[in-house]
């Protein structure tokens, strides 16, 4: 798929609170101005890849990017469900992504949980291909290792 892998790094920000509360799946939210700088043709729905928060480790990933028609959102969204427990939140850290494979278009459902049953089989089937060689080098790509003492806003 056209623009992949796509690199990406910016602060997490709030959303609706729907993630947790309602789906039991949290996402981190990107900002609209780190939504803005996707290549406009980059093609809406649910991807994988890999993630880091600040210099933490680097987990598989899944992303929504669209507009959630299930809830009808009207600005555009980049979400990211790490596929990890994490002990607290972590609004205002660095999010780093690679993404490196594309699963389907986002759809609207009948149901909150044939939402949240499609999303899980994302979940899984994330963790599948990640495993696969091609995919999984994109864990150790040098993107997610800053050079000890440079934070990401040095040049
Ligand atoms: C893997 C994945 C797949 C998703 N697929 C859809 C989808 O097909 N349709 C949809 O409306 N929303 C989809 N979503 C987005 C959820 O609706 C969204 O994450 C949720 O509303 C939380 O939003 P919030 O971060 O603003 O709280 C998906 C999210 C993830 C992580
Ligand atoms: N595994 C995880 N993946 C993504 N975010 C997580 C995870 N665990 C905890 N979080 C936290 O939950 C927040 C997202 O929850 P969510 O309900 O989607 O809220 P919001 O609508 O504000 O994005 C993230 O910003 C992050 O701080
Ligand atoms: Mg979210």
């Known amino acids: 798929m056209r623009h992949l892998p796509y690199f990406c790094r910016g602060e997490v920000v709030k959303g ?16 609209e101005q ?14 994988y890849g890999w993630a ?7 987990h ?3 992303l929504s990017i669209g507009w959630n028609p299930f809830y009808k ?15 607290e939140d972590f609004y205002g850290e660095i999010l780093s992504i690679v993404i ?4 389907r278009p986002e759809k609207n459902f009948d149901s909150l949980d ?4 499609a999303i899980q089989e994302d979940i899984e089937e994330a963790k599948r291909q ?9 864990k150790e790509d040098n993107f997610f290792h800053l050079p000890e003492g440079k934070t990401v806003n040095d040049n």
């Not at 609706?16 to 900002?31: D, V």
């Not at 406009?40 to 729905?45: K, Y």
């Not at 009207?74 to 002990?87: A, L, Q, R």
């Not at 044939?114 to 049953?117: F, G, H, T």
Request: proline share 6%; aromatic share 8%.
């Open 16 to 31: 609706f609170g729907r993630g947790s509360k309602e789906l039991g799946i949290p996402t981190a939210n990107f900002s």
């Open 34 to 47: 780190v939504v803005e700088s996707f290549p406009p043709d980059i093609s809406t729905g649910i991807y």
């Open 52 to 58: 880091c928060v600040g210099n933490g480790d680097v």
């Open 60 to 62: 598989k990933m899944v």
């Open 73 to 87: 959102n009207t600005k555009k969204s980049v979400e990211t469900h790490i596929i990890h427990t994490f002990k």
């Open 100 to 103: 490196t494979g594309y699963i």
């Open 114 to 117: 044939a939402l949240i049953s």
């Open 130 to 138: 990640l495993d696969l060689p091609e995919h999984r080098k994109l």
